[in-house]
């Protein structure tokens, strides 16, 4: 390569002086090629600039649309150039409000800030140290935004310092946040104003859970702090009863799979050892991402489950004895019928009577007899099996139901047998009553069940008549029922032949006892099926009513009611004095469950015209047990037309308030068997007072049946009962007794 040195180029001026300008000695070469190097060195940097142009002007395009995507702008200046004002985006000046411009003075870039917020932004321009501030932007137009900066500074290639700052508009984040806080507010509201706690629980598809959300009131439930709560579980676990806690798991575990609401009632134990009875609820929704997240609540039903308890030991148990009474007896009978039927098992029903009670009684006094009757429960209840039923019938009688035996007849009879004559062994023995020991005896009546189909009533006749036996081979002794008993039974099987006659030619009517307020207006009425037998005469509906249902003539026995009942209503919609009259018609639980029942009562509205909001229809507690989403669909089903209905004999079955507050009513009926001696009995009293009480918090009209004296009367207004039905008021009557009844009050 040729050498060549360096030396000063000074061009020439006349002065002799003029810029001085380097240059380096190279080997001459052509000018000619020289300038065309030159022409193409300027070309292809006149095509690289082209291309810097063309990116830089790409990239400001993205710079916008990232702008209007994001509500954000930019801003720079020369570091300490306060009074030149800055370069501003086009996604800031539409932040601003301003019209798109290049440079904005600094008087103009803070304008639109409110001076409570001034401050703030001023520090921070002082600062430069990148942190975020917000402050308040008002527009040209008047509207608020709210924004926030980030600001410092930047130094440049060439060593100039620059001030940076991009600005979001976060307006909207602020908005949807006070939104969010508003409404978790809200429910905080709802959630410290309910007796329990509101939570999320989330399930994972891996099978771990965690708990999102709970409310504080779970402090005071479970004694735990929310914050525990969410992060263990297993706290939470430790306080449910264990017997309770695998079925917890089950129902969860449906939910979750089925998707479907999840409601558990379970017990909870305190640190003082203390039983707690809680109720959880939840739906549960399907996320996105593959997890179950329930929505619930959890409430304290301690109190619930304590009246039920004592409405259930009131009404379903001998204060006396402690053992089932009659009304749970009648259940428990039932059940053990179906359960032979079902398993092809033999049962027993054995009919208790003690001997010369009486005289006991009437010699020794009262407080003697039950003495008696205590000791007697014992050694009943000492001799049979734990999954036996021992029940106080009513006086000195007693009941023992024996199910589970042999499906042979001979073998089941030996071991009835076998039983009955343990338990006159036991109570032959003395009893310790007073100051000498007393001796008594028993005499038993015996009857099978389960090899067809016999009802309650029917089982209990019979084994009424084997008791008498007994009693009539010398007492002290036991006798099983035979067909040479049946004498009774053949007239009920005359009685049931004249029922299908009867319903053939028209004998059944309907009678109607009004139903009154406290002033004793008459606000409707109860239909009342009534049999007038051409040669018996007026028949009682104790003795046909039961032959109806176990024979199945309830049915038509009940459609001819319903549709006498209507026809009355439309008879009395004409009449000014009665037009208001709503009626009351019982229904069967046959009744109620055959296919087409629905379409039935309406058919019996459209063909008759009756008003459907004069109809009520009433049902008893022990039809609405079986399948109660059968049950209460069939009822919306009806209600929707307009018709409505009443738990008639209401304390008379499983009373239970989770079913109770499901069900469709507009009424519960008090069963005079509570309101005859509610005055001189306090057990009666208390059920009666303990109904009303549950019909106020439920919202339910409470009527109460069988309401002969005005002491009676008293009682039940004084503890709010709102209606009333009995003989004080007038005794089931002709539709126009009743109708000139009501023109006479007017």
């Not at 009632?265 to 305190?270: F, S």
């Not at 179906?338 to 407080?367: E, P, S, V, W, Y």
């Not at 009293?685 to 002969?708: C, H, K, M, N, P």
């Amino acid at each position: 390569m040729n050498s060549f040195t360096s030396r000063a180029f000074f061009p020439s001026t006349p002065q002799g002086d003029g810029p001085s300008l380097q240059s380096h000695d190279r080997p001459e070469q052509d000018p000619a090629a020289e300038i065309a190097a030159l022409r193409a060195a300027l070309a292809q940097t006149q095509e690289q600039l082209h291309e810097a142009q063309h990116l830089l002007l790409e990239q400001a395009r993205v710079f916008q649309a990232m702008e209007e995507l994001t509500h954000a702008g930019y801003w720079w200046r020369v570091h300490g150039d306060r009074a030149g004002g800055a370069h501003w985006s086009a996604g800031l000046c539409r932040l601003a409000g301003f019209a798109e411009q290049a440079w904005v003075s600094n008087a103009q870039g803070c304008s639109g800030v409110l001076p409570e917020d001034r401050p703030a932004l001023e520090q921070a321009l002082a600062q430069m140290d990148g942190k975020d501030v917000e402050y308040r932007w008002c527009r040209p137009d008047g509207q608020v935004r709210r924004l926030r900066t980030c600001m410092r500074l930047h130094q440049t290639q060439d060593g100039a310092t620059m001030e940076l700052g991009v600005v979001l508009d976060v307006t909207q984040g602020h908005q949807v946040a006070a939104q969010l806080s508003e409404q978790l507010n809200f429910i905080q509201r709802i959630a410290s104003s309910i007796p329990g706690f509101i939570y999320q629980y989330r399930v994972r598809p891996d099978g771990s859970a965690s708990i999102p959300y709970i409310s504080d009131a779970v402090q005071d439930l479970l004694g735990v702090s929310p914050q525990v709560a969410m992060h263990d579980l297993a706290q939470l676990a430790t306080q449910i009863d264990a017997s309770d806690l695998q079925r917890m798991r089950l129902l969860l575990e449906r939910s979750i799979q089925d998707l479907l609401p999840w409601q558990c009632e379970y017990r909870v134990h305190d640190d003082d050892g203390n039983v707690r009875w809680h109720m959880t609820s939840a739906v549960p929704q399907k996320e996105s991402n593959g997890c179950v997240l329930l929505h619930g609540y959890t409430l304290d039903m301690t109190e619930r489950k304590r009246a039920e308890e004592e409405i259930e030991r009131l009404a379903f148990y001998d204060p006396l004895t402690g053992l089932p009474n009659r009304r749970l007896l009648l259940n428990r009978l039932e059940d053990a019928i179906a359960m032979c039927l079902r398993k092809r098992k033999r049962g027993a029903l054995l009919f208790i009577d003690l001997d010369n009670f009486k005289d006991l009684n009437d010699t020794q006094g009262h407080d003697i007899g039950d003495r008696l009757l205590t000791q007697v429960a014992q050694r009943l209840v000492a001799v049979v099996r734990n999954a036996d039923t021992v029940a106080r019938f009513g006086g000195d009688e007693f009941i023992v139901i024996l199910d589970g035996l042999s499906s042979e007849l001979s073998t089941a009879t030996m071991q009835a047998e076998t039983v009955a004559e343990k338990l006159l062994c036991a109570l032959n023995t003395p009893y310790a009553l007073g100051a000498t020991p007393h001796y008594s005896t028993s005499s038993i009546g015996i009857t099978l069940f389960g090899d067809e189909r016999h009802s309650v009533d029917e089982l209990l006749k019979r084994a009424d008549l084997a008791m008498y036996q007994a009693k009539a081979a010398g007492r002290n002794t036991q006798r099983l029922f035979d067909p040479s008993m049946q004498t009774a039974l053949l007239a009920r099987s005359s009685l049931e032949t004249d029922l299908r006659l009867g319903l053939e030619r028209g004998e059944l009517f309907a009678l109607y006892q009004p139903v009154v307020n406290h002033r004793g207006q008459v606000l409707g009425v109860e239909a009342l099926a009534r049999w007038r037998h051409p040669e018996r005469g007026m028949i009682s509906p104790a003795d046909f009513i039961p032959l109806a249902e176990q024979t199945g003539l309830i049915l038509p026995l009940g459609r001819h009611i319903l549709r006498t009942a209507c026809t009355q209503l439309v008879a009395w919609a004409d009449d000014v004095q009665t037009a208001h009259l709503s009626v009351a018609v019982n229904v069967s639980a046959r009744q109620f469950r055959q296919h087409g029942f629905v379409a039935e009562v309406l058919e019996i509205l459209a063909e008759t015209g009756a008003n459907p909001q004069r109809l009520k229809i009433e049902l008893t507690e022990s039809m609405l047990l079986s399948d109660l989403e059968y049950t209460i669909a069939r009822m919306e089903q009806l209600q929707q037309q307009g018709v409505s209905f009443a738990l008639d004999d209401f304390g008379t079955g499983y009373s239970s308030l989770s079913y109770l507050k499901r069900l469709p009513l507009d009424q519960v009926k008090i069963d005079q068997s509570f309101v005859r001696d509610v005055l001189t009995d306090p057990n009666d009293a208390a059920i009666v007072r303990t109904i009303l009480a549950l019909a106020q918090s439920l919202d339910l009209v409470a009527v109460a049946e069988g309401v002969e004296t005005t002491g009676q009367m008293g009682f039940l207004r004084l503890h709010g009962c709102e209606q009333f039905q009995g003989y004080l008021f007038g005794r089931p009557d002709s539709p126009q007794a009743l109708q000139a009844l009501l023109h006479s009050q007017h």
